[in-house]
């Protein structure tokens, strides 16, 4: 099993290394630009050290929270990815039955390359939405309806992608965005896709056809990463397209904010200012994020963000962060500075693509395994209990 090559997060990208095609490892894998800050959220992590407690009875160290009126089994929650039915056929669905059956959540992503109708279900009522600007307000108020008739209680806003990041591997590739191919990628395709068989078994098994229908070129024909979590024809790859030329301002955030009957959270907010108007526009909650490196090159790693986001949003709004998480001792450094809870990306992606569903659910696994020996290790008895006081700046 594929699974039990799996002891850390890295073995799960490595198996999928071996697994994908190269141009959708890459499009996983891959950053900005020089990819400076892809690099520097997991660098940060080294600066920051612990502070353990000895000759403390910690007993079983209780993982247990409550995010945005979820109770979750640990903090570490699914973020919301496009295309992830390029990584295997268990796709979103798999990853939302991963998520529940581990008592946490995923975030289904606008573009997810599956209908949310299909997805929300199988999550058991622990399936949040994350919302795209597309086609401007009359779109988003389509999916909120479609999103809220699913039950989905959470919207997640995502704020930072007014132009689609520079992902210089995708074009490598000869892929342009929203990951079309041109001529000479369809050759370079259909050679990487003939290097993977069991990829390609999988994928033609489950109706995916990547040589006829790259990822997110073909909306709604029901094939590799098209048809977004809007699904119906109005695809993915339509939407990375537009969603840039009419980013989420503000003011739109307010006018979802007075719409949206349940939580919403803004995603890709990296300074105290911006969570100030995310908590004034109506949101209950923001997620520090800079999309895992994938949008503006040169941001700081969001973990030396974190402390100014914490102490601007008070108790007024909930505050997540994402971006570089790895391991369970990131999540307990991300908690001690004050986070509520942590969003992985890459992560649950190479999971599912080395081995499916139980490939996600080893991934969460690890991340709460590592979580608890890293709190017993530190004398620390509850996630409710971490503070800076358990850190010790490097
Ligand atoms: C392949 C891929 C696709 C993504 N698609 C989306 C998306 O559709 N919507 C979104 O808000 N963020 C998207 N993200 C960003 C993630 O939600 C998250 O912010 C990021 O992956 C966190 O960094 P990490 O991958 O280092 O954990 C994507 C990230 C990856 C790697």
Redesign the pocket.
């Given at each position: 099993m594929k699974v039990d090559l799996i002891r850390n997060v890295a073995d799960a990208r490595r198996v999928a290394k071996r697994t994908l095609p190269p141009v959708v490892f890459d499009?996983?894998d891959g950053g900005a630009d020089d990819e400076v800050t892809?690099r520097a959220?997991?660098a940060a992590f080294a600066d920051v050290g612990f502070r353990p407690r000895m000759g403390l009875e910690v007993g079983q160290p209780d993982l247990g929270v409550s995010v945005l009126g979820y109770d979750l089994s640990f903090p570490v929650i699914l973020?919301?990815?496009?295309?992830a039915r390029l990584m295997h056929p268990d796709s979103a669905e798999g990853a939302a039955r991963a998520a529940a059956g581990r008592g946490t959540v995923s975030?289904l992503?606008?573009?997810?390359g599956a209908p949310l109708e299909r997805v929300v279900p199988e999550g058991q009522g622990r399936v949040w939405f994350?919302l795209?600007s597309a086609g401007g307000r009359a779109d988003a108020e389509t999916l909120c309806d479609r999103a809220a008739k699913a039950g989905v209680d959470v919207l997640?806003v995502?704020i930072d992608?007014a132009a689609l990041g520079n992902r210089e591997r995708d074009k490598r590739h000869g892929v342009t965005p929203p990951l079309r191919l041109g001529p000479r990628s369809t050759v370079n395709l259909g050679y990487q896709v003939l290097s993977r068989p069991g990829w390609t078994w999988r994928m033609a098994r489950s109706g995916v056809s990547m040589l006829r229908s790259p990822p997110g070129a073909r909306p709604g024909a029901g094939s590799g990463g098209s048809g977004g979590s809007g699904g119906k024809g109005d695809g993915g790859s339509k939407r990375m397209l537009t969603m840039a030329a009419s980013p989420f301002l503000w003011s739109d955030i307010a006018w979802l904010a007075e719409r949206w009957k349940g939580k919403l959270v803004v995603?890709?907010v990296l300074t105290g200012d911006d969570a100030r108007r995310a908590g004034d526009s109506g949101a209950h909650g923001v997620?520090v994020?800079n999309?895992?490196?994938?949008q503006l090159d040169g941001v700081p790693a969001t973990l030396t963000m974190l402390p100014e986001v914490v102490a601007a949003a008070g108790d007024q709004i909930e505050v997540l962060v994402?971006?570089?998480?790895r391991r369970g001792s990131h999540v307990v450094k991300a908690l001690a500075l004050g986070a509520r809870a942590v969003?992985?990306?890459?992560?649950w992606?190479f999971g599912l693509a080395a081995a499916g569903q139980p490939g996600v659910e080893q991934v969460l696994d690890l991340f709460a395994e590592e979580m608890v020996r890293t709190m017993t290790l530190l004398g620390c008895p509850s996630v409710a209990e971490l503070s800076p006081d358990f850190l010790n700046p490097v």
């Open positions: 499009y996983v892809m959220n997991e973020a919301p990815c496009g295309l975030v992503s606008t573009v997810a994350q795209y997640m995502t992608t995603k890709g997620v994020s999309h895992g490196g994938r994402d971006s570089g998480f969003m992985v990306g890459r992560p992606l």
